[in-house]
């Protein structure tokens, strides 16, 4: 648990630098958050969001949360994703050069064929 906090602490750092200098540059850009969960009795994981339609930066967490919003803004689908599976099967994360902790960029979000090969997880 502690090195899930500490990683958390370290990204939430980044984010804020990042998201100062996005600003500065005039860059859209969403850095999501770094977040730490534990269920009873189980080891604690990382999870991070990526929105539909939301040119994002992710932290590298175990869990991802994939959202998909109707067009008023609220939830349509939110569905909770291994990163490795996501990763691998999409090519939608591509590493920042030079980060530490790594972030990845988001490029396109997986179509409706491609999500329906990717295995949810329940919390």
Not at 26 to 37: N, P, R, T, Y
Request: hydrophobic fraction near 35%.
């Amino acid at each position: 648990m502690f090195q899930s906090q500490s990683l958390a602490s370290e990204y939430e750092l980044q984010k804020g630098l990042l998201e100062k200098f996005h600003r500065r540059k005039g860059i859209d850009i969403f850095v999501s958050s770094c977040k730490v969960l534990q269920r009873a009795g189980e080891s604690a994981f990382t999870m991070c969001t990526w929105t539909e339609g939301v040119s994002s930066l992710l932290p590298k967490t175990d869990v991802v949360v994939r959202v998909r919003l109707d067009g008023s803004g609220k939830l349509r689908e939110s569905l909770l994703l291994e990163w490795g599976e996501l990763a691998d099967k999409t090519g939608a994360l591509t590493l920042l050069d030079a980060t530490y902790p790594p972030r990845y960029r988001t490029g396109e979000f997986p179509s409706q064929a491609l999500r329906e090969t990717l295995t949810p997880i329940a919390l």
